[in-house]
């Protein structure tokens, strides 16, 4: 596979770009692997790409049983923010976006990382404190974030109205390294390095069942036929239950609709992402010039992919109050996904009752952000059966009651 | 050149010309144009510049499909960008202008990516750009976020109101052309309510531009027939200007109407938004016509055949004056002959099929137009406009066969059914191999909860392409429908005249065999710039699946979306792979059709309507009497009551002093209240709290706690019993409709069985809290029913009957360490109620009071507040409230929670008072530090400031905050450092810091 540079770009524009090869291969499974993954989304392909990179092991395929980064990794608002309230989210997050600063030139693939700085408003007194609280957690946890007043937030957002009238904003947390990226880019960047790495990334190939022998796993069976494994991560976000169910234990997750939506592409007024709790929306302009456009989850059980349309409303009417002139423009496309919660909105990254078999999942609504993090710890946690990233966020603190809440910081989907 | 024709235009009054502003240049048209026709009617093909290279480009198609013709519409307060101009119907006064080029249309500088466009194939911002880092955000970036987007952003707030509609029917018809007429119409005879609804200001779809004779009338005569019919059938509802959005689950249908767009005089609303429940739906949505791949295909001038026809019929507007037919079906000859008898030269209709002897076909030849079978396109070739078309064999790789000059092509690729609507909730496609479309599977239709189809379609929305097989679908469809819903129907189908129809040919690229060159310049998605030889890559490099692909190359992701490109670029794609086009499937089809305002999608909601301002009885005494507000919840309480000249903080400082000392008035109305009544609602409470509520007596309150399941606590107030089988749940705020919501779901899901009414009361009251040492003189001073004294109600009793002649309960409780009393009154006498209390406490200096002083009372006396002192990870036992606690109950919400191993971890955060060695203020959220950091290299902590205050009574600062054993180290100090890293110290204290013996209260 050849590096991508714009050197590559200018030699192929003279031979009709006849000479890129494949970005990924597309092998057959192997009959056995030293780890397998479950789940070629941004935390699976990460979780591979590290395994190899940081632990040398790299005799490891990543089963997808649709297309790779298909699932939230492909439908998700793309924001990318550190500023969390307790430890080991912030921590977890923090190395993502840290990772995210030079993912471009790691991968040597451009995730468009755009550290355009990200808003969350205060729009009540209580917004006030917790903002103001979350600053002084993060001073301690090395997150850089600021506590802004309302003349400010204007400045770096000069769109939004900010004098209500039902919602003043009062003020805002401030993440200046915060952004976005490039979704599709950052699985499609992994994905290409993995490949490179000599790991096999198969799609179309569906896990079936988790094959165990003496509490320890074996291998999966799979659409393409029996593979066989010593190590298993399971990393299917929504799908999470599914999975765990042939490994024979359960977890505590719902499955929810979460959706976004895009406004038709428009030149650029908009620099930063604005979080609006209060009124339940956020939104940013990808490069593309479409307003990016999330809000909250649906409030029952469903795989659908879909999503009931008053949340879009809810969404749509938080964000023309917060700003009038996108009132016309026009909704080009609406979408959702399948989120996993948990009991406390945190992740699990978790050794599991079988033996060898790891557990990634309950991102919920947050998940692309971690991708760079995830990947390190999971894949620590992996192959040493331990990891600082990882260590709070174990199965068994639902059993202890070590809860890491963040309702706190994050009281809408983001 | 394009221009108005001396006659014809059936949607057209030439009487009433109308004139409108392009660019800033005058023009005209008549009354029933779109902008599009009335650009082409003055000669204006070039409308717009494409996405990514900023190519020249001119209008493709006639309807919503259209990915070109864009426009900038109006200005200031009702400016909107990417308007299609060929939906914009035309207005006096109409001003548009171009987008997405600079200085200006005809000459762009951006169009210099076009000359660069073999540097930048799909996918190249993926490759480069990668050094410096810096640069991205910096230079890159930047650049290509301006290159890109297309209409300028609006900068002014909408002028305009929108609404919405919720309306329930038996049957949604979508679409209005003679397949959604008939339907309809089957439907509506069967007895079915209808909706019957038209994108477009005209019924009829295409058949009035080129249909046969149905019922042996013209299209036209039939479709007004049928329209006057349906209009006089009383369960037929039918709206036009109103399209289709989207199909959700369980019937549930969006539909976007435009109201006032084309008459911006009009009062009322811009646009309404209507929310249907329908119990059958019906997709009448047509077909769109697909363009065919060869090289310079993007060139104005080159456009839809079927485009071409409907601005001659109905416009009388002639896009070119030579037009070259290029087809790969029989449809297009109509368009040749359309043309021809509208005076127009028409130099060939090239049929890449290598035979052609349909019934068109002789028509075309007997028309005199020469029919070149087995060719296709070269090249088009022109300065920014078509002026010759080279022609080749179509099973070549190009080689000039011969040039024709021409100023228009006319070109069609087949059709496809819209298959949006039935998608959208789950519906599944089949590829029919005659057609070369994708159809909906009828034996794949979106379901209901059980089972039911839902979703049907109708007419060439099914796939049946000739007026004949439409109607009598259509016919079909919605007799299924009203029978579905237990209608009997019956009844032919109209009749249409037999249309002789050939197979369409699988044409994906002309030539079979182009070239790179011209794979390059063989445009599939015009607006986003994708080309065949894009897609050629996306399958090269490994991006294979539809979804890699669609998102590699942009393909599919303007603002048309894809709705002439996604089938031509899958079917290219299926090429690359060497697989059977059904194999490589769609993408997913996602609302909506078209774009959606969204000011619509708002509504009505917006400004003061955002969101109901709930306001106490007392809420405008407060607003007339200078109340700084702050909004709590839906609710906005006053923060405080600054007199003239004072400043919100003095105020907050007099208003605490002025109670401790004196006497004050709180509006406590908004605190949740909730009756809970039955059998076996003690049962009940002894759950929901972590007290006993059913030993509760008649005539008392108890303080309770509720928690989650997981243990942390929720919410906290005041229970008061009042009689054997009723009690009233005092809940704070913000929590009143939450925990009502969470006691009906544990009465509805978990213990249905136990007899329990709950009912939300909170804004049947006004409560009102008289507080301080003078609060009884004050009451004493009305005339009371009952006994007001120490003894006659207690501390924690209430009494009910009537003060100053208003029906009253009293509650003798305190949240501020005062003698204090509670008065809760029916809403309608609350003003009264509180101007009589201000009254009877003016000898004594009575002054209202805010949040402000009710929180700075409540932390001088160690209470705690839910969401300062609890933020979902706090027990009640970190609070110090275990006296809270019934050790004697088998269970309550969270008890089993409790009982984990980090609840009862004698190293938990647990309340404490904090104070300042020098009497500051400790910042609010700041956090002690320990020795030490994390395993993740953050400094370790040991506590946070929870609430932190200026007491006006004590003159100093008081905190509370959670330490790590807080309580067990009394007299310590600790360091709750500032953002800059600087030392802020602190001693660990009792939280009560005034009053700590309750005697103040209790008097």
């Known amino acids: ?94 190395k993502a976006r840290g990772l995210y600063e030079d993912l471009s030139q790691e991968l040597n693939y451009n995730v468009m990382f755009s550290p355009r700085g990200v808003l969350m408003l205060a729009q009540t007194e209580h917004e006030i404190r917790g903002y103001k609280r979350t600053a002084y957690a993060n001073a301690l946890q090395g997150v850089s974030t600021e506590f802004v007043g309302p003349k400010r937030v204007k400045e770096l957002c000069p769109i939004m109205e900010i004098r209500g009238p039902r919602y003043p904003v009062l003020g805002a947390l401030w993440q200046p390294r915060g952004g976005t990226a ?195 710890g999971f894949a620590e946690l992996m192959a040493k059966g331990e990891s600082p990233l990882t260590a709070e966020f174990g199965l068994d603190r639902f059993r202890e009651g070590r809860f890491i809440d963040e309702s706190v910081a994050a009281g809408v989907a983001h | 050149m394009s221009h108005r024709l001396s006659s014809g235009g ?172 008939t339907a309809a119409m089957a439907a509506g005879e069967a007895g079915s309510q209808v909706l019957l609804v038209e994108q477009t200001a005209h019924w009829g779809g295409r058949a009035p531009v080129d249909g046969p004779q149905i019922d042996d009338m013209a299209p036209n005569a039939w479709v007004t027939q049928v329209v006057s019919a349906l209009q006089a059938m009383p369960n037929v509802e039918m709206r036009n200007r ?55 295909n993007d060139l104005p001038g080159v456009m839809l055949a079927s485009a071409v026809r409907d601005y001659i019929v109905n416009f009388g507007v002639a896009p070119g004056k030579r037009t070259v037919v290029v087809t790969n079906n029989d449809d297009a000859y109509r368009t040749a002959l359309t043309l021809k008898a509208a005076g127009l030269e028409v130099p060939a209709i090239l049929d890449a099929r290598e035979d052609a002897t349909g019934a068109l076909d002789e028509d075309a030849r007997a028309a005199g137009i020469r029919v070149i079978t087995g060719r296709g396109i070269a090249s088009v070739i022109g300065k920014g406009r078509v002026e010759v078309v080279h022609v080749c064999a179509q099973d070549s790789d190009g080689a000039d066969y011969e040039a024709i000059e021409a100023d228009c092509v006319a070109m069609s690729g087949g059709w496809s059914p819209v298959v949006h609507l039935w998608s959208h909730a789950g519906g599944k496609l089949t590829w029919d191999e005659a057609d070369a479309h994708f159809r909906p599977d009828p034996d794949r239709a979106p379901k209901g909860a059980s089972g039911e189809v839902f979703v049907r379609t109708a007419g060439t929305a099914s796939g049946a392409l000739t007026t004949e097989d439409a109607l009598v679908d259509a016919n079909r469809t919605g007799q299924a429908a009203a029978m579905a819903l237990g209608h009997k129907a019956r009844g032919p189908a109209p009749r249409a005249e037999p249309e002789s129809r050939q197979v369409t040919a699988p044409i994906w690229l002309m030539p079979e065999n182009a070239p790179y060159e011209k794979r390059a310049k063989s445009w599939l998605d015009f607006q986003n710039d994708v080309k065949v030889s894009d897609v050629e890559l996306a399958a090269q490099e490994g991006y294979e699946s539809v979804e890699h692909t669609k998102r590699y190359t942009t393909l599919g992701m303007a603002t048309d979306q894809g709705k002439l490109s996604n089938i031509n670029g899958l079917a290219v794609l299926a090429k690359s792979l060497g697989v059977a086009i059904p194999d490589v499937g769609t993408t997913t089809f996602r609302p909506p059709y078209t774009p959606v305002p969204l000011g619509a999608i708002s509504g009505e909601a917006q400004g003061a309507l955002f969101q109901p301002i709930r306001k106490t009885p007392i809420h405008d005494w407060h607003e007339a009497n200078g109340a700084h507000f702050e909004p709590v919840g839906q609710w906005r309480r006053p923060y405080a009551f600054p007199k003239s000249g004072e400043s919100v903080e003095d105020a907050v400082a007099r208003e605490v002093t002025t109670t401790r000392q004196s006497v004050g008035l709180l509006d406590a109305s908004t605190l949740g209240k909730l009756i809970v009544k039955g059998p076996d609602a003690g049962r009940f409470l002894d759950m929901l709290y972590t007290n006993m509520m059913s030993t509760l007596k008649v005539g008392k309150c ?33 929590g009143a409709d939450s925990i009502h919501g969470a006691m009906e779901e544990w009465l509805q899901t978990e213990w249905w ?168 203020v400790l910042p609010d959220g700041a956090y002690a530090v320990d020795e030490g950091d994390t395993v993740n290299g953050q400094r370790n902590t040991q506590g946070r400031v929870t609430s932190s205050y200026h007491s006006p009574t004590l003159g100093r600062g008081i905190a509370m905050g959670l330490v790590e054993r807080g309580p067990d180290r009394m007299g310590e100090v600790v360091n709750f450092p500032a953002l800059d890293g600087s030392p802020q110290e602190a001693r660990i204290v009792s939280p009560v810091f005034y009053d700590p013996d309750g005697e103040k209260q209790n008097v």
């Open chain 1, 1 to 94: 596979m050849g590096r991508y540079s714009v050197f590559a770009i200018a030699r192929e524009a003279f031979r009709d770009h006849s000479g890129w090869t494949r970005a990924w291969g597309n092998p057959a499974p192997k009959k056995r692997y030293d780890a397998i993954i479950i789940g070629a989304g941004g935390h699976g392909l990460a979780t591979a790409y590290y395994l190899g990179k940081n632990h040398g092991l790299k005799n490891v395929a990543i089963l997808e049983k649709g297309w790779l980064g298909g699932g939230n990794t492909g439908r998700n608002t793309t924001i990318i923010r550190s500023n969390y309230l307790q430890d080991p989210s912030a921590a977890i997050y923090e």
């Open chain 2, 702 to 734: 108890r303080y309770g706690l509720m928690c989650s399941e997981n243990g942390f606590l929720i919410d906290d107030g005041v229970v008061a019993r009042i009689d054997e089988h009723t009690w009233l749940c005092h809940t704070t705020s913000g």
């Open chain 2, 10 to 181: 059936r949607l057209i009054n030439r009487a009433n010309p109308v004139s409108f502003a392009f660019n800033g240049r005058t023009m005209r048209g008549f009354e029933g144009d779109t902008l599009a026709s009335a650009l082409l009617g003055e000669d204006q093909m070039l409308m717009g510049r494409s996405f990514k290279y900023h190519r020249p480009r001119g209008v493709v198609a006639s309807g919503a499909e259209e990915p070109n013709a864009l426009v900038g519409l109006g200005r200031d307060h009702s400016y909107e960008p990417n308007a299609r101009a060929t939906t914009t119907e035309l207005f006096e006064g109409l001003e548009a202008e171009t987008q997405n080029h600079w200085p200006s249309l005809e000459f762009d500088i951006g169009a210099i990516n076009a000359r660069l466009s073999r540097f930048l194939p799909a996918g190249f911002y993926y490759k480069m750009f990668l050094w410096p880092r810096s640069f991205w955000k910096h230079v890159y970036e930047p650049f290509i976020r301006e290159s890109a987007g297309l209409g300028k952003p609006p900068k002014r707030r909408d002028k305009d109101h929108y609404e919405h509609f919720n309306v329930t029917t038996d049957v949604l018809v979508v679409g209005g052309g003679i397949a959604g007429l």
């Open chain 1, 182 to 376: 490039r979704h599709d880019a950052v699985a499609w960047g992994y994905a290409r390095k993995c490949s490179e790495m000599g790991m096999d990334v198969i799609q179309q190939c569906e896990v079936t069942g988790v094959r165990t022998e003496r509490g320890k796993v074996v291998g999966v069976s799979t659409t393409k036929g029996d593979i066989e494994c010593a190590k298993l991560g399971i990393v299917v976000a929504g799908h999470s239950g599914h999975v765990a169910d042939m490994a024979g234990f359960r977890l505590p997750i719902d499955s929810v609709a979460l959706q976004a939506l895009v406004s038709e592409p428009v030149k650029p007024c908009m620099d930063v992402v604005v979080m609006a709790n209060t009124v339940h929306g956020y939104m940013s302009q990808s490069d593309k010039g479409e307003m990016v456009i999330g809000g909250g989850t649906d409030g029952f059980n469903n795989y659908t992919q879909r999503g009931s349309f008053h949340h879009i409303e809810e969404t749509v009417r938080a964000l023309c109050e917060t700003f009038p002139m996108i009132s016309r423009l026009k909704m080009l496309r609406q979408w959702g996904g399948i989120v996993d919660i948990t009991g406390d909105r945190s992740p699990i990254l978790s050794k599991t009752p079988v033996e060898g078999v790891f557990i990634n999942c309950g991102w919920g609504t947050g998940g692309f952000k971690a991708i760079p993090g995830s990947g390190w």
């Open chain 2, 753 to 920: 069985d136990w007899k329990v009414y709950v009912a939300n009361v909170t804004e049947q009251f006004a409560q009102i809290g008289v507080v301080g040492p003078k609060a009884r003189e004050v009451l004493d001073a009305v005339s009371a029913s009952f006994d007001l004294s120490k003894d006659g109600l207690p501390f924690m009793g209430w009494v009910e009957g009537s003060l100053g002649g208003i029906p009253a309960r009293v509650f003798r409780i305190s949240f501020s360490g005062e003698l204090s009393y509670e008065i809760a009154v029916p809403a309608n006498h609350g003003r009264a109620f509180w101007d009589m209390m201000l009254e009877a406490g003016n000898p004594h200096g009575i002054t209202p009071y805010g949040t402000e002083a009710l929180h700075i009372m409540r932390a001088e006396k160690g209470f705690i507040m839910i969401g300062d002192e609890t933020d979902g990870t706090v027990i009640p036992q970190d609070l110090g409230l275990n006296w809270a606690i019934s050790k004697k109950k088998d269970d309550y919400l969270g008890k089993r929670a409790q009982m984990r191993s980090h609840m009862t971890d004698p190293l938990r955060w647990k309340l404490v008072g904090l104070e300042t060695l020098d009497g500051s």
């Open chain 2, 242 to 296: 109103c399209m289709g959005a989207g199909v959700y689950d369980h019937g549930y249908a969006l539909l976007s109407e435009r109201i006032s767009d084309h008459a911006p005089d009009k009062a009322g609303p811009r646009q309404r938004l209507w929310k249907v429940r329908a119990a059958q739906i019906i997709t009448a949505t047509g077909a769109i016509e697909r363009p065919l791949s060869f090289a310079g």
